[in-house]
């Protein structure tokens, strides 16, 4: 790294490449949330369907946190490089 420039352009591609990133975990939270419904639907009353149930609740939970640790990295990001161009 011999620049700031060459920094901040390293760093806006970090900045592109987590909202890919997001934008793929939204597409994929919302698969599985499908998902969770037909199961919830056709074997909500099994116990196994609820266990179904709970694991996808769960997984959806932690992808909603990745997606929410991945905006955050965007803003502090963004926030450094606009600032740092002033």
């Given amino acids: 790294m011999s620049s700031i420039e060459q920094l901040n352009e390293r760093l806006r591609n970090v900045s592109m490449r987590a909202d890919k990133n997001a934008r793929n975990l939204a597409r994929e939270r919302q698969y599985l949330t499908e998902t969770m419904e037909k199961v919830q639907k056709n074997f909500g009353g099994q ?5 179904l ?19 955050e990295l965007r803003t502090e990001i963004n926030l450094y490089v606009s600032n740092s161009v002033k």
């Fill in 47 to 51: 116990r196994e369907g609820q266990q």
């Fill in 53 to 71: 149930v709970v694991t996808l609740m769960s997984i959806i939970n932690h992808l909603a946190a990745a997606d929410s640790a991945l905006n």
